[in-house]
């Protein structure tokens, strides 16, 4: 993890997540998978331009399924943008930082 993202749990998830004050991002992710590395640092980057207004976070699936399951998740890197504890959009594979500040921008 960065020093501007958040790592996130199965059982900080509801707290971390559905509990904010500010939307969330959140990034499900795995060592082993390589898209889920390239979209890393952007997302890193992303986190320090959006501080305070919006919140990204990064949940391992292979140490935590539940959080993933719940979404149905199916592929990663899958990314989720809640707003008021609620999915407002969400995006599967890696893009480019250009695409992905684009997309947090218009879901916010």
Known sequence: MGENTVAV????????????DIPVVV??????CGPCRQIGPALEELAAEYQGKVKIVKVNVDENPESPAQLGVRGIPALFLFKDGEVVSNK????PKAALANWIQSAI
């Open 92 to 95: 599967v594979g890696a893009a």
């Open 9 to 20: 749990s199965d059982a900080t998830f509801d707290e971390e997540v559905r509990k904010s």
């Open 27 to 32: 990034d499900f992710w795995a060592e082993w």
